[in-house]
Every structure is written in structure tokens, then in C-alpha cells.
Nanobody
């Protein structure tokens, strides 16, 4: 099994920056994809960004140019800049390989209006 540990959420003013981290450990398969999703109050969970172990990234249109996803081995980072109130959500880390997909517990990011 794979374990995910997220960190880095918090309160940040509009226009500010924040970095999220997610460390994966355990039975990690070399070919995998890690990413970040978010769920705002009353809304469905949505993709923010993903990055594959062999390279390649995807971003939601709403965060392109503001957020950057990167990874160092089995830790994935989400650098968030120019944050907006609409970025307020619980951010979830996700790991997937051919066996399964797993979610982290989530970390709250709050950007007051």
C-alpha cells in the first residue's frame, strides 16, 4: 500500500503565494502519476494539476500561469502564486498507478476576499 502525507495549507491573502507538498511512501510503482485536486464548499472535486513519474504535466485552465506542479522522486509540490479567493478549497493529493488510485486526507487553503 502507498501512504500520502500532505502539508503546506493555510491562510494567505489574495495575491499571495503558498506551496503544498505531498510525500508518498510504501509500495510505490515506478510508473505513476501524482497530482493535486481541490474541492471548494458546495462544489465537486476538480483537477488542479498532475505530473507523471516519467514527466508530463497537466493543469486546469483556471490555474495555468499561476500554479506550478513539480516532483522530486516521490514527493510532489504545488507552488501556488497570485492566489485568488476562488482558490479557497481543500486540496487533495492523489497517487495512481496501474494497481489503484489513492487520496490524501486533504489540506485546507483559504484565501479571504
Amino acid at each position: 500500500q502507498v501512504q500520502l502525507v500532505e502539508s503546506g495549507g493555510g491562510l494567505v491573502q489574495a495575491g499571495g503565494s503558498l506551496r503544498l507538498s505531498c510525500a508518498a511512501s510504501g509500495s510505490i510503482f515506478s510508473l505513476n502519476t501524482m497530482g493535486w485536486y481541490r474541492q471548494a464548499p458546495g462544489k465537486q472535486r476538480e483537477l488542479v494539476a498532475t505530473i507523471a513519474s516519467v514527466g508530463g504535466t497537466t493543469y486546469a485552465d483556471s490555474v495555468k500561469g499561476r500554479f506550478t506542479i513539480s516532483r522530486a522522486e516521490n514527493t510532489v509540490y504545488l507552488q501556488m502564486a497570485s492566489l485568488k479567493p476562488e482558490d479557497t478549497a481543500v486540496y487533495y493529493c492523489r497517487y495512481s498507478d496501474y494497481r489503484y488510485a489513492l487520496w490524501g486526507k486533504g489540506t485546507l487553503v483559504t484565501v479571504p476576499s
